[in-house]
């Protein structure tokens, strides 16, 4: 894990520098346990980042960026946090999700329990902004919450403009589950509002659940739109390639037959901004790799 | 059969069958009707997908559903018990549980692919299972029993795999669940290949079958080699099961119910019954995957057809079940004797002694956060003590709970696989809870308990109202309680593999953890385990004649009806209140009255006092465990109390 200060803390430290407002009110930074990597995401973009993360030891195989700074304590998983543990950390606040709500009433015999819901119905990237702002107001930083939207817009308004010049194919984004089966992502998710901030559209226009994804069998593939470019996200299971390649059925989809599949990194699909801006970075330079 | 209607099994078969061709029909004909069935033309997808998945899928079908059904078949008549189905054996667990393993600790599978994992893991718990009952000369009860405690075994560690690793694992319960999507023909040929050779087998051996109809003495005085026609019986079961598993996942129900609809068609010689469960097997299971296939098309909804078999399969056998005539004696606890450990009051004070000094240590010993094992005491200890007593205190209290319960249905149904699990009050409450997860939106904690504790009550109602209606009870309770888990279970593999996260919190709930347990709770679960005992301990005489039956009851002035309601609404009470508590994964109230029982508690009030001390301690163990081993994570103590509970009542099964 890298040591250095991310490269959006140093921003939103210049940012606050600049606005004439240098660490405010220099009072030590509230101490913040999040149950939740979207929450604790964009602390850690803010350049407050939380002092435990439940999950905190998967971060490096779902989140990858920004990376957890050094030291964050694992508090457990996120449905069940380790109360013992929680305590002797003596936060000043505890982040939930209405899929965590149940730590609730328990989390709140030690610190203020505060619920935020990205996933609830709507665009999950305009409720993680809105999110955002809000820690970064609770964290007394709402420059330093500010700077950190900016950049982000700045960053997705560049892939936006990249992905004009390219005129890409219509994308289905999908995660094997197992050489017979996918989540197909779409309306109401992350990867759906990222499509529409940088211009890309869907091939899927499916009904998904309320977390904005469905699950498919590899013939359904062959009912979307034959010009697509498929995306299939990190972490693939080993026997999915293998298996897939000897289907006349998959080699026979016209996609893959022109050889319009691409395997992503792993980003987030729960994630907050910057675990956005990551999905779209990747999948632009995955297009331009290809262009 | 009644002659009024002239049900046959060709006839059923025939029945079947017509509803699964008109749902083929359904899913078949648009393809061929948009004049896609041209042969010219070099890319067609309704062509690509007819040939490549529908028909595929259609074969795997068939030939699964004939292999469960036969497998059901063999291993109903070679145990005597219409309960038997390959998932009794612990086979299908056993599998799944290879694969858990497998995509977790070895991503590559060692280049072997997942059938190969599969069959890797069915062979081994079937391994286990003859290895561990051949001692016993392969008795049907022991092999029941040591099948059922391997499937919870295996069961528990899958979920704890599955638990410590959520995010990998949502592709195991589409394969786990019995997906029977297809987009190759090499699973359905090799499927084929394997199951036929094996039925060829069965076939061959139908006529020594039959002869088991007699009981083993008799069946030795013709000549027939009993014990090893058991096992070969078994071994071609397993092989079916193996088959079946490793190519498209557990596949619920059809291993039961095919058989029994058979029976009930007036299926009588071994020879019918064999053929027939295969074929019905076979049918049952192309209509459901059919009529999923058409009840979901379009809906956007993904469902795994293994999982449905047990919707379409409970209803049918609760209508079915009155109608289910009398089989072979069940086996009987008496079966088991009792051990001569411990006897008189000394001993009842030693084990009081363990339990309160495996409290305190639940108490006073943990994990500080950086990991190091310490021991609180002072102020430390007065920090730390309003998270850990309630948890303590509730796992004590349910165990408690669940064992007594144990130990009354084992009593009043004379079989010793009942506990609250099995007769389907724990699963009451888990589809309560799923009502109140899915159908309300963001219901809180009160209304979940509230749902859950509703569910129990419906349950409750309908194992009493069984319990009340006839003398042939025992079996009808289980059955019911067993479609009832099986409800459950389908339920909840249905919304695992829609991906809901919700599922995860299903998922951990029934797993049995006592994380959310607050001092009332706790306080709650002690006194309903204090009021459990009073009412076994107002009711021991009862207790002690009611297993000699009616009318040796009744001629010693016990009222037989209204004392087995009573004695009913006393073990659903507990077990509803202690599921709402640990969950619904009662494993301590299936064990404890056997380790009792073992110990030397033969009679009612004693056997059911050590039971509910061992019930607690179990739980209390269980639950310090989950706390400790994988800290800062946790995993639920009914989880925990299944792993570290179930080998030992294998030991204890296997020690004479």
């Known amino acids: 894990m890298s040591v250095r200060p991310t490269r959006r803390a140093v921003l939103a430290g210049l940012a606050a520098a600049l606005a004439g407002r240098a660490p405010a009110k220099a009072g030590p930074a509230p101490r913040i346990v999040s149950l939740d ?255 | 059969m009644n002659p009024a209607v002239s049900l046959s099994p060709p006839r059923l078969a025939a029945l079947l069958a017509f509803a699964a061709l008109a749902a083929t029909v359904v899913v078949v004909w648009p393809p061929l009707w948009d004049g896609r069935w041209d042969m010219s033309a070099s890319y067609d997808v309704g062509r690509m997908v007819l040939l490549h998945a529908t028909l595929p899928r259609l074969a795997v079908a068939l030939v699964a559903g004939a292999a469960l059904g036969l497998a059901g078949a063999l291993l109903q008549q070679l145990l005597r018990n219409p309960l038997a189905e390959p998932g009794t054996l612990g086979v299908s667990a056993g599998g799944a549980l290879a694969i858990a393993a497998a995509t977790v600790s070895v991503p590559t599978l060692g280049g072997l692919g997942r059938d190969a994992v599969a069959l890797l893991g069915c062979a081994a718990a079937a391994a286990l299972l003859l290895g561990l009952t051949a001692r016993r000369r392969f008795a049907p009860l022991a092999i029941v029993l040591a099948g059922l405690v391997l499937t919870l075994w295996a069961g528990s560690l899958t979920a704890v795999v599955v638990l410590a690793n959520e995010r990998w694992l949502s592709g195991f319960f589409l394969w786990g669940r019995g997906s029977l999507v297809q987009h190759d023909w090499t699973p359905a040929l090799a499927l084929g290949l394997r199951v036929l050779p094996l039925a060829v087998l069965a076939a061959a051996l139908a006529r020594p079958l039959g002869l088991l109809d007699l ?135 030693i084990a009081g002694a363990a339990v309160v000094g495996l409290a305190a240590f639940a108490l ?145 709930w029934m797993g049995g953890s006592t994380y959310g347990a607050t001092g009332a709770a706790a306080l709650v679960a002690l006194a309903g385990g204090a009021i459990a005992l009073s009412a076994v301990a107002a009711a021991r005489r009862w207790l002690d004649i009611l297993p000699l039956g009616r009318a040796t009851a009744s001629s010693l002035g016990v009222p037989y009806g209204a004392a087995r309601i009573v004695l009913f609404t006393v073990a659903a009470a507990a077990s509803a209140a202690a599921t709402l508590i640990v969950g619904p994964l009662s494993f301590a109230g299936l064990i404890a009255p056997h380790i009792a029982r073992e110990l030397g508690f033969a009679r009612a009030l004693p056997q059911a006092a050590a039971a509910a001390l061992i019930g607690g301690a179990l739980l209390v163990a269980a639950d310090w465990i989950g706390r400790m081993a994988t800290f800062p994570y946790q995993l639920p103590a009914g989880l925990v109390a299944t792993l570290v509970g179930a080998p030992v009542l294998l030991l204890l099964l296997n020690r004479r």
């Open chain 1, 37 to 291: 990597y979207a929450l604790a995401e964009m602390l850690v973009g803010i350049g407050i980042p939380p002092v435990g993360v439940a999950g905190a030891e998967d971060w490096d195989v779902w989140v990858v960026e920004p990376p957890l700074p050094p030291g964050v304590v694992d508090v457990g998983a996120g449905l069940e946090p380790n109360l013992e543990l929680l305590a002797a950390l003596k936060p000043d606040m505890i982040l939930t999700t209405p899929y965590v709500a149940a730590v609730g009433p328990l989390a709140s015999r030690i610190a203020p329990v505060r619920e935020f819901a990205l996933y609830a119905g709507g665009d999950p990237l305009a409720r993680a902004r809105a999110a955002a702002l809000e820690l970064g107001h609770m964290v007394g930083r709402p420059d330093a919450a500010g700077a950190y939207l900016a950049a982000a817009d700045r960053a997705f308004d560049a892939l936006a403009g990249r992905v004009a010049r390219l005129r890409p194919p219509p994308i289905a984004v999908v995660a094997f589950q197992d050489a017979r089966h996918a989540r197909i992502f779409g309306r109401p998710g992350l990867y759906q509002s990222v499509m529409d901030r940088i211009g890309l559209s869907n091939a899927w226009t499916g009904e998904a659940n309320d977390w904005g994804f469905g699950v498919m069998a590899v013939e359904d593939l062959a009912s979307l739109t034959p010009d697509l470019h498929l995306m299939s996200l990190e972490p693939v299971p080993p026997d999915a390639a293998p298996t897939l390649a000897r289907s006349p059925l998959w080699t026979a989809l016209p996609f893959v037959a022109a050889r319009r599949v691409s395997v992503l990194p792993a980003s987030l699909m729960f994630g907050g901004v910057s675990s956005a801006l990551r999905f779209a970075r990747l999948a632009v330079e995955d297009l331009e790799a290809r262009a």
């Open chain 2, 215 to 349: 009981d083993d003495a008799a069946a030795r005085a013709r000549g027939v080699p009993v014990t090893a026609v058991r096992l070969a019986g078994i071994a071609l079961a397993v092989a079916l099961t193996a088959a079946v598993t490793s190519a498209v996942g557990v596949i619920a129900f059809v291993g039961l119910v095919a058989p029994a609809l058979t029976r009930l068609a007036g299926a009588r010689s071994i020879r019918d019954r064999l053929v027939w469960s295969a074929t019905i097997g076979a049918v049952l299971l192309w209509a459901t995957d059919m009529g999923v296939q058409v009840l979901t098309a379009g809906t956007g909804l993904f469902v795994p057809t293994g999982a449905v078999t047990a919707l379409f399969g409970v209803p049918v056998l609760l209508l079915l079940l009155p109608r289910l005539r009398a089989t072979a004696p069940p086996p009987s606890a008496a079966a088991f004797g009792t051990g001569t450990l411990a006897r008189g009051p000394a001993s009842a004070a």
């Open chain 2, 364 to 508: 006073l010993v943990g994990r500080a956060p950086n990991g190091d094992w310490t021991l609180a005491l002072g102020s430390d200890l007065a920090d730390l003590l309003p998270w850990r007593w309630p948890r303590v205190a509730a796992a004590f209290g349910a165990g408690a709970m669940l064992a007594a319960a144990g130990s009354l249905l084992q009593r009043l149904t004379g079989n010793p696989m009942a506990s609250p699990e099995v007769t389907g009050i724990g699963a009451g409450a888990g589809l309560g809870l799923m009502a109140a997860l899915f159908l309300l939106p963001e219901p809180g904690p009160a209304t979940e308990a509230a749902a859950a504790a509703a569910g129990a009550a419906v349950a409750l109602g309908g194992v009493l109202r069984l319990g009340g209606r006839s003398d042939h009870t025992a079996e009808r309770i289980l059955l019911v309680g067993i479609g009832l888990v099986a409800l459950a279970d389908a339920l909840s593999g249905v919304i695992m593999a829609t991906g809901d996260p919700r599922g995860f919190r299903l998922l951990r």
